[in-house]
T-cell receptor
Framework: GESVGLHLPTLSVQEGDNSIINCAYS??????FIWYKQESGKGPQFIID?????DKRQGQRVTVLLNKTVKHLSLQIAATQPGDSAVYFC???????????FGTGTRLKVLA | NAGVTQTPKFRILKIGQSMTLQCAQD?????MYWYRQDPGMGLKLIYY???????DKGEVPNGYNVSRSTTEDFPLRLELAAPSQTSVYFC?????????????FGSGTQLSVL
């Protein structure tokens, strides 16, 4: 059953519109960043990643933007579909260490 | 392509009972992790392992134990279950390399301690 993200910020978008989900990180030594999608009752699923030597990386319908100056990461989903409804969260890592730091997540609701 | 496999998916325990959450990966990853996820919270690290025979504590290790006798398996043991251990537990393994350091997650175990 649903036990994840009961009090998360929610982003509601119309089907077909673009979605932008934001994430702030605090560790200036972090040099690797990941976005995950988590559907109800499932484990987190990898979406896209980016290294700190890049500002932007594109995948299929998704783009990640990294602004190291303000320690900000965003995930853009183009032409949002009902299947995109889920909780999205970011994680950052300093290479050579073991510890990923996870954000709490944003719930994306796609309105038909 | 099994990836990371966790069992069981659901479990209800009584206070004071013990159980082992199983985790196996078939990707030959050295790093493995156990996290717990509480409602509205980010993933919290319980224990991690950098290879067979090596384990270390994460942020919230109290009440848990792990072992890593093989590269594939990383079981999590709860000795005396408490209501505070009600949570969803995720095991993950880590791909390492020059281009990415992805974490691959299992589907989770939802544990209730009553």
């Amino acid at each position: 059953g649903e036990s994840v993200g009961l009090h998360l910020p929610t982003l509601s978008v119309q089907e077909g519109d673009n979605s932008i989900i934001n994430c702030a990180y605090s560790n200036s030594a972090s040099d690797y960043f990941i976005w995950y999608k988590q559907e109800s009752g499932k484990g987190p699923q990898f979406i896209i990643d980016i290294r700190s030597n890049m500002d932007k990386r594109q995948g299929q319908r998704v783009t990640v933007l990294l602004n190291k100056t303000v320690k900000h990461l965003s995930l853009q989903i183009a032409a949002t579909q009902p299947g995109d409804s889920a909780v999205y969260f970011c994680a950052d890592l300093t290479s050579g260490t073991y510890k990923y730091i996870f954000g709490t997540g944003t719930r994306l609701k796609v309105l038909a | 392509n099994a990836g990371v496999t966790q069992t069981p998916k659901f479990r209800i325990l009584k206070i004071g009972q013990s159980m082992t959450l199983q985790c196996a990966q078939d990707m030959n990853h050295n790093y493995m992790y156990w996290y717990r996820q509480d409602p509205g919270m980010g993933l919290k690290l319980i224990y991690y392992s950098v290879g067979a025979g090596i384990t270390d504590k994460g942020e919230v290790p109290n009440g848990y134990n792990v072992s890593r006798s093989t590269t594939e398996d990383f079981p999590l043991r709860l000795e005396l279950a408490a209501p505070s251990q009600t949570s969803v537990y995720f095991c993950a393994s880590r791909q390492t390399g020059a281009t990415n350091e992805k974490l691959f997650f299992g589907s989770g175990t939802q544990l209730s301690v009553l």
